[in-house]
């Protein structure tokens, strides 16, 4: 098993920054790879970034690119979602995941989710 653990969402005005972090914890390279998905109002889950255990391969998603950063620190084991030029549209529920890889991360094919932290974007 493995828990998950996110913070750092909050209340931003359109064109701000917030730094999302998930601290992993229990048997952590069952599932090394970690990313972020988010879930606005009545929509689906949507995939945001992922990363491996290496860090070596990074996923996007459209909407995102450019302007979110994700990174990870093994030591802490931590991963961290850096979210600059905030947009209303971002405004959702960021969900930690860990996964076999990026590929199956960015597919949805997710083996642990975390409870998720509430970010909202004023206009």
């Known amino acids: 098993q493995v828990q998950l653990v996110e913070s750092g969402g909050g209340l931003v005005q359109a064109g701000g920054s917030l730094r999302l972090s998930c601290v992993a914890s229990?048997?952590?390279?069952?599932?090394?790879?970690m990313g972020w998905f988010r879930q606005a109002p009545g929509k689906e889950r949507d995939f945001v970034a992922t990363i491996t255990l290496s860090g070596t391969t990074i996923y996007y998603a459209d909407s995102v690119k450019g302007r979110f950063t994700i990174s990870r620190d093994n030591a802490k084991n931590t991963v961290y979602l850096q979210m600059n030029s905030l947009k209303p549209e971002d405004t959702a529920v960021y969900y930690c995941?860990?996964?076999?890889?990026?590929?199956?991360?960015?597919?949805?094919?997710?083996?642990?989710w975390g409870k998720g932290t509430l970010v909202t974007v004023s206009s």
């Open positions: 229990g048997r952590i390279y069952s599932s090394p790879t």
């Open positions: 995941a860990t996964a076999q890889g990026a590929t199956a991360l960015r597919s949805g094919g997710v083996d642990y």
